[in-house]
């Protein structure tokens, strides 16, 4: 029996918001040490660019990972119905007391996307790009003692050797 192919289906989608950087957890001080002119009381915006991808088998029936129209309902309702033209700071709950930075921006989407899927174990990575420069990208919670694989669930332990030669 042959191994079932693996894909991964990227959607990429757009929308702006404005966020101010700062941290409830720091004084003004210390916030303008860490975020500069980002923690400008006003706020700043952006023109985001998210890409959600999944990672999963080729069903053999549809030839598909998921259906595409899952993943576009799943982003209009996660980020253009919540996201788009908000001030994250002040219109999502989320980040009342959570900086309303990129890669909290990311986790925000990575939870809600999730519960959106009718197979959340498919979702492979969420991508946002903050600027043409800032990147970020999130592939879920971080493990203490190894890699989290998404479609099986488990935890792959890395094993290393260290390897050391006299010779230059």
């Known amino acids: 029996m042959s191994q079932q192919p693996v894909a991964f289906l990227t959607r990429r989608e757009t929308f ?37 991808t999944v990672r999963g088998p080729i069903d053999r029936r549809t030839g598909m990972v998921l259906n595409i129209t899952e993943l576009k309902e799943a982003i209009e309702t996660v980020i253009m119905k919540r996201l ?11 980040f009342a007391n959570t900086p309303s930075t990129t890669e909290n921006l990311a986790v925000y989407i990575w939870d809600n996307i999730r519960l959106q899927l ?7 990575e969420v991508k ?6 800032n990147i970020i990208s999130y592939r879920g919670p971080y ?10 669930k488990r935890i ?13």
């Open 118 to 124: 009718k197979k959340p174990e498919l979702l492979y």
């Open 128 to 133: 946002i790009h903050e600027t043409p420069k």
């Open 16 to 52: 702006s918001a404005c966020h101010r950087l700062h941290s409830p957890q720091l004084s003004d001080a210390e916030n303008l040490e860490v975020f500069g002119k980002c923690n400008n009381f006003h706020g700043h915006g952006h023109n985001y660019t998210v890409e959600i």
């Open 156 to 168: 792959a332990h890395d094993s290393c050797t260290n390897i050391s030669s006299d010779s230059d």
């Open 84 to 94: 788009d033209h908000k001030n994250l700071d002040k219109d999502v709950e989320y």
């Open 143 to 152: 493990p203490l003692n190894g890699i989290y694989n998404p479609i099986n």
